[in-house]
């Protein structure tokens, strides 16, 4: 079953404006990671929080977490035209202490100059 | 900083030939996984390897899938016989602890395979 679904599935925004991005998963887990990919390039990974944390920042990242609604939301602030991408959550399963992370189908984001 | 290195780029090869994608992981980590991503798709689980055996891999990794850590430092996929539906950017990633323990999985630029 689908573990990690991001929403929207595709936004643009004008430069220098917020992008929010949000993912849902279905079981428990221990962590939950955001990727970002260029077009047809590898998997850059963004930040990794653990599920006792709420919140988490990376330079122009922000991370937030809710165990209790089963959610995550990334959130970049005065984006740049570099931040094009698509990005995924990535989730692991904690019930099932599966050794994988689940990806979801991503957020692709154009960032419109 | 570290990363996870991929050879080659990108591959062409002919249905039913064989073909080995290598990765070389980061040095210090310990779990080391295949991932596939079909274009325009999902990134789907093929395969999770650690302490030289495969501790669990998805319903992709058939029979003719095969993972091999020949030596210290790399990391294979092997396709036994390709079929066109096995044409995907196949990622390899690595950390130092399980999924669930609390480090991240960095991933590879990839390998574009391309069976025709």
């Known amino acids: 079953s689908q573990q990690g679904e991001e929403d929207p599935q595709a936004l643009s925004i004008q430069e220098g404006e917020n992008a929010t991005m949000n993912c849902s998963y279905k079981t428990s887990i221990n962590n939950l990671q955001w990727y970002r990919q260029n077009s047809g390039r590898g998997l850059v990974h963004l930040i990794l929080?653990?599920?006792?944390?709420r919140e988490k920042h990376s330079g122009r990242l922000r991370v937030t977490l809710d165990t209790s609604k089963k959610s995550s939301s990334l959130l970049i602030t005065a984006s740049r035209a570099a931040d094009t991408a698509s990005y995924f959550c990535a989730t692991d399963r904690l019930a099932n202490r599966d050794d994988k992370i689940i990806f979801g189908k991503g957020t692709r984001l154009h960032i419109l100059p | 900083e570290p990363e996870v290195t991929q050879t080659p780029s990108h591959q062409v090869t002919q249905m039913g030939q064989e073909v080995i994608l290598r990765c070389v992981p980061i040095?210090?980590?310990?779990?080391f996984y295949w991932y596939r991503q079909i274009l325009g798709q999902k990134v789907e689980f093929l395969v999770s390897?650690?302490?030289?055996?495969?501790?669990?891999k998805s319903e992709i990794f058939d029979d003719q899938f095969s993972v091999e850590r020949p030596d210290g430092s790399n990391f294979t996929l092997k396709i036994r016989s390709t079929k066109l539906e096995d044409s995907a950017m196949y990622f390899c990633?690595?950390?130092?602890?399980?999924?669930?323990?609390?480090?991240?999985?960095?991933f590879g630029q990839g390998t574009r395979l391309t069976v025709v």
């Open positions: 390897f650690y302490n030289n055996e495969i501790s669990e």
């Open positions: 990633a690595s950390s130092e602890a399980g999924a669930g323990g609390y480090t991240e999985a960095f």
């Open positions: 040095s210090n980590h310990l779990y």
């Open positions: 929080i653990r599920s006792n944390e």
